[in-house]
């Protein structure tokens, strides 16, 4: 482990020359104060924003867990518009924006193009496994998009044949980072996944639009994600318990995940799947500080929700899930009360478009739930997008 994180250092230093904290002012240059605060995100943890005087703006990306020993350094860019001949404060790694050509590691990245209307910008994506956009898929078919390899398996001759300005990585999954560094490539962290609120997830969407000229696109789309997403919220909170927001004692409570190889991963309580079911007011049944997952047994799982109210479960299964497929995979899940009483909540990533959609789409997802957890809130025929309950 201690030689994974020295390999992490590495490859941070190589997409930063320092670890230095933002500054005031840059090389003389005053900070616009009204900019910085109108481009700085509201929700994100991840990374901040600063506009100097000349139009620069400076970012600095820093794990949103604020984890140092994962992530011992932070980054440092200053993206300086095409043609313009400024200097850059010290320990900054200058990008010329708007970027024209990037790579992409994770779905979460390329919803964020998508959104956009960017996939002219993307040249090449990890694989095409589970991916439902046509027109990605076309794309990769004739060529304008390349399958570089998945994470700890890059194709370099690929990356390079797409001569991409900039790379999006995901610094903390399998990593295989050393192959790409050695290009000289600059590599941008994209942590989106690392947030621990659905809301603070989705406005990476406005960090992507930073680099390719399209910040007036991503405030707008985010600004709307936010207002639909934050007025549901509120209605649930109102609604239900307007004391203590909207998962009080009285609220249902839910669990999430199966029996893998097993083990059961359990997200922690601090995770931004926990949050998303108190926003839409249930509670999740791990009221603790964790903030990503752990490996547990079935016997800790089942002590924790025998006799939660709802089940949540997102696999990839091959035909029409049910519940004696969930009892076949462990006999055992026909114990806990939410499958007694038939009230699991499902989504099937073969059939329905979850990772390449739902980062930026957490209104919906808060929708779909709100609409399974407290149904009178929402429209009779409400439609769900991502989450149904199994039949």
């Known amino acids: 482990?201690?030689?994974?994180?020295?390999?992490?250092?590495?490859?941070?230093?190589?997409?930063?020359?320092?670890?230095?904290?933002?500054?005031?002012?840059?090389?003389?240059?005053?900070?616009?104060?009204?900019?910085?605060?109108?481009?700085?995100?509201?929700?994100?943890?991840?990374?901040?924003?600063?506009v100097l005087d000349n139009g620069v703006r400076l970012i600095d990306v820093a794990?949103?867990?604020?984890?140092?020993?994962?992530?011992?350094?932070?980054?440092?860019?200053?993206?300086?518009?095409?043609?313009?001949?400024?200097?850059?404060?010290?320990?900054?790694?200058?990008?010329?924006?708007?970027i024209e050509r990037t790579l992409v590691m994770t779905m979460l990245q390329l919803s964020n193009f998508t959104a956009l209307d960017a996939l002219d910008v993307v040249r090449g994506i990890t694989g095409t496994k589970n991916l439902f956009n046509r027109d990605i898929r076309q794309r990769v078919?004739?060529?304008?998009?390349?399958?570089?390899?998945?994470?700890?398996?890059?194709?370099?001759?690929?990356?390079?044949?797409?001569?991409?300005?900039?790379?999006?990585?995901?610094?903390?999954?399998?990593?295989?980072?050393?192959?790409?560094?050695?290009?000289?490539?600059?590599?941008?962290p994209h942590l989106g996944y690392k947030e621990l609120t659905p809301l603070g997830q989705a406005e990476w969407i406005r960090f992507v639009g930073l680099f390719i000229g399209k910040e007036h696109e991503a405030d707008s789309i985010f600004a709307g994600i936010e207002h639909?997403?934050?007025?549901?919220k509120e209605k649930v909170a109102n609604n239900s318990?307007?004391?203590?927001?909207?998962?009080?004692?009285?609220?249902?409570?839910?669990?999430?995940?199966?029996?893998?190889?097993?083990?059961?991963?359990?997200?922690?309580?601090?995770?931004?799947?926990?949050q998303i079911f108190r926003d839409a007011g249930a509670r999740y049944v791990f009221d603790n500080d964790d903030t990503g997952g752990v490996n547990i047994e079935f016997e800790e799982m089942y002590a924790a929700a025998a006799n939660a109210d709802y089940w949540r479960i997102l696999n990839s299964y091959e035909g029409d899930f049910s519940y004696d497929a969930l009892k076949a995979s462990e006999p055992r899940n026909e114990l806990f009360k939410a499958f007694k009483e038939k009230k699991v909540i499902y989504c099937n990533m073969k059939q329905t478009p979850y990772y390449e959609k739902s980062p930026v789409m957490p209104d919906v997802l808060l929708s779909d739930l709100v609409a399974i957890f407290h149904p009178e809130l929402m429209p009779a025929d409400y439609e769900p997008?991502?989450?149904?309950?199994?039949?």
């Open 1 to 50: 482990m201690k030689a994974y994180f020295s390999f992490l250092v590495i490859v941070f230093a190589v997409i930063a020359s320092s670890c230095g904290g933002g500054k005031n002012s840059a090389n003389g240059l005053a900070l616009t104060e009204a900019d910085s605060l109108g481009a700085a995100p509201r929700y994100a943890k991840g990374y901040s924003v600063k």
């Open 63 to 98: 794990d949103p867990q604020d984890d140092e020993e994962k992530m011992p350094v932070s980054y440092h860019f200053a993206l300086v518009d095409k043609g313009m001949d400024v200097e850059v404060p010290e320990g900054y790694t200058k990008v010329e924006v708007p």
């Open 141 to 188: 078919k004739d060529g304008r998009m390349v399958k570089i390899g998945m994470e700890g398996n890059f194709d370099t001759e690929l990356i390079l044949a797409a001569h991409p300005e900039v790379i999006f990585i995901s610094p903390f999954k399998r990593g295989g980072y050393d192959a790409i560094k050695e290009t000289g490539i600059t590599l941008i």
């Open 228 to 232: 639909r997403y934050n007025d549901l």
């Open 241 to 274: 318990h307007p004391s203590q927001g909207g998962a009080g004692e009285g609220s249902p409570t839910v669990f999430s995940g199966e029996m893998h190889g097993g083990n059961w991963y359990a997200v922690g309580g601090k995770n931004s799947l926990a």
């Open 385 to 391: 997008t991502f989450y149904r309950m199994l039949k």
